[in-house]
């Protein structure tokens, strides 16, 4: 069964700072995997995809994520925080061989400090 | 751009009442999905629906849970007899296509249910 777990429920980081949010899978198959974002009292909105075209995935606001397969991992990056990417962030993998479902990871809260 | 839309945003209830999540797709797409996030929890997987069925079901979709499309543009979760447990955030969404690199699912803004 495809599994996600990520690192740390709460990271924090200063403006400018580097972001670095942890996303492990476990995928018997090749995985689709997803970073998706919700800010405070909205649903989830899509960062970015893996989708095997490319191990380096560009997302929108400055966000990226690198597929390693031989770590298992999809890690969230962005290289200089703002104020406005506080939010909680989740991680997925898609469920190919059944419905499409996703199975997300248990998210983790981002807080940027001034 | 589209958007998928549910209401209401937050519903109130007793415990043993009977409720209705209603959703709106995006219109051109199949494939619909319910989730749920109870507080500080992770958000897990209900249902899946396409063509008119259940493609998929998690345990936690008992028989007090059903899904309906009633006219073809809206997506509706009933919990028939509803629990203190039930109380979480409840997510539609909606995607072109099935499993793939394009299955890119498209979430509502969710309908906050508490349980009395």
């Given at each position: 069964?495809?599994?996600?777990?990520?690192?740390?429920?709460?990271?924090?980081?200063?403006?400018?700072?580097?972001?670095?949010?942890?996303?492990?899978?476990?995928?018997?198959?090749?995985?689709?995997?997803?970073?998706?974002?919700?800010?405070?009292?909205?649903?989830?909105?899509?960062?970015?995809?893996?989708?095997?075209?490319?191990?380096?995935?560009?997302g929108?606001?400055?966000?990226?994520?690198?597929?390693?397969?031989?770590?298992?991992?999809?890690?969230?990056?962005?290289?200089?925080?703002?104020?406005?990417?506080?939010a909680?962030?989740?991680?997925?993998?898609?469920?190919?061989?059944?419905?499409?479902?996703?199975?997300f990871?248990?998210?983790?809260?981002?807080?940027?400090?001034? | 751009?589209?958007?998928?839309?549910?209401?209401?945003?937050?519903?109130?209830?007793?415990?043993?009442?009977?409720?209705?999540?209603?959703?709106?797709?995006?219109?051109?797409?199949?494939?619909?999905?319910?989730?749920?996030?109870?507080?500080?929890?992770?958000?897990?997987?209900?249902?899946?629906?396409?063509?008119?069925?259940?493609?998929?079901?998690?345990?936690?979709?008992?028989?007090?849970?059903?899904?309906?499309?009633?006219?073809?543009?809206?997506?509706?979760?009933?919990?028939?007899?509803?629990?203190?447990?039930?109380?979480?955030?409840?997510?539609?969404?909606?995607?072109?296509?099935?499993?793939?690199?394009?299955?890119?699912?498209?979430?509502?803004?969710?309908?906050?249910?508490?349980?009395?």
């Amino acid at each position: 069964a495809q599994s996600v777990t990520q690192l740390g429920s709460h990271v924090s980081v200063s403006e400018g700072a580097l972001v670095l949010l942890r996303c492990n899978y476990s995928s018997s198959v090749p995985p689709y995997l997803f970073w998706y974002v919700q800010y405070p009292n909205q649903g989830l909105q899509l960062l970015l995809k893996y989708t095997s075209a490319a191990t380096l995935v560009k997302g929108i606001n400055g966000f990226e994520a690198e597929f390693k397969k031989s770590e298992t991992s999809f890690h969230l990056t962005k290289p200089s925080a703002h104020m406005s990417d506080a939010a909680e962030y989740f991680c997925a993998v898609s469920d190919n061989n059944q419905g499409g479902k996703l199975i997300f990871g248990q998210g983790t809260e981002l807080s940027v400090k001034p | 751009e589209p958007e998928v839309t549910q209401t209401p945003s937050h519903q109130v209830t007793q415990m043993g009442q009977e409720v209705i999540l209603r959703c709106v797709p995006i219109s051109n797409h199949l494939y619909f999905y319910w989730y749920r996030q109870i507080l500080g929890q992770k958000v897990e997987f209900l249902v899946s629906f396409y063509n008119n069925e259940i493609s998929e079901k998690s345990e936690i979709f008992d028989d007090q849970f059903s899904v309906e499309r009633p006219d073809g543009s809206n997506f509706t979760l009933k919990i028939r007899s509803t629990k203190l447990e039930d109380s979480a955030m409840y997510f539609c969404a909606s995607s072109p296509q099935l499993a793939g690199e394009f299955n890119e699912q498209f979430f509502g803004p969710g309908t906050r249910l508490t349980v009395l």
